[in-house]
């Protein structure tokens, strides 16, 4: 079956620090990936998406590269914010299936 | 400019109570999902609805039943809650069943507590 790990938090950084949060998949078939935001009090969002191997997703400054030769989908952005204090999930979905599969979250918490 | 409506926002039940949360989107999308959100358990799914009068389990559907009204409207009911229930609830619809590509749309969440 379908499953994602990512790892485990929290990620404690410094404003302006480089972030890299790791995201590992197994699928059947060839999913497309997902990265959430999940912010204080509110519901999951779309951070961004790659629909094949090789895509690189970017959204306000992260950026995740699809790698089907190591299975991965790594977010990294290249200087935080406060405000990027908030929960991510690594996802992935696979053709024919209706359902997405979500990692654990990592919650990141920045510090000015 | 909506997307996915769930009511309540808040919640406080007794032990043996009963409730049902609702989920409403305005999106036409055809997939429908309810979650629940725990500390160190990430999203577990508790029902899904591919399409318009099908639903089926997900991995924790026990406690839990779920009614797709219509296309837009998903609802999931607590017969008797138990205080493992007490978590975060989120209602998801994506677009057009089957297709890897397309993204979830959650709503804003469901703090239910149970006494």
């Known amino acids: 079956g379908n499953s994602v790990t990512q790892m485990e938090g929290p990620v404690t950084l410094s404003e302006e620090a480089f972030l890299t949060i790791n995201c590992t998949y197994t699928?059947?078939?060839?999913?497309?990936l997902f990265w959430y935001v999940q912010y204080p009090g509110e519901g999951l969002q779309l951070l961004l998406k790659?629909?094949?191997?090789?895509d690189k997703g970017s959204n306000k400054g992260f950026e995740a590269t699809y790698r089907k030769e190591t299975t991965s989908f790594h977010l990294e952005k290249g200087s935080v914010q406060v405000s990027d204090s908030a929960v991510y999930f690594c996802?992935?979905?696979?053709?024919?299936?209706?359902?997405?599969?979500f990692g654990r979250g990592t919650s990141l918490i920045v510090h000015p | 400019n909506a997307g996915v409506t769930q009511t309540p926002k808040f919640q406080v039940l007794k032990t043996g109570q009963s409730m049902t949360l609702q989920c409403a989107q305005d999106?036409?999308?055809?997939?429908m999902y309810w979650y629940r959100q725990d500390p160190g358990m990430g999203l577990r799914l508790i029902y899904y609805?591919?399409?318009?009068?099908?639903?089926d389990k997900g991995e924790v559907p026990n406690g839990y039943n779920v009614s797709r009204l219509n296309k837009r409207e998903f609802s999931l009911r607590l017969e008797s809650a138990a205080p493992s229930q007490t978590s975060v609830y989120f209602c998801?619809?994506?677009?057009?069943?089957?297709?890897?590509?397309?993204?979830?749309?959650f709503g804003q969440g469901t703090r239910l507590t149970v006494v």
């Open positions: 609805s591919a399409s318009e009068g099908t639903t």
């Open positions: 790659a629909t094949k191997a090789d």
């Open positions: 998801a619809s994506s677009e057009r069943a089957g297709l890897a590509n397309t993204e979830a749309f």
């Open positions: 699928a059947t078939g060839y999913p497309s």
């Open positions: 999106m036409n999308h055809n997939s």
């Open positions: 996802a992935l979905k696979s053709g024919g299936s209706y359902i997405p599969t």
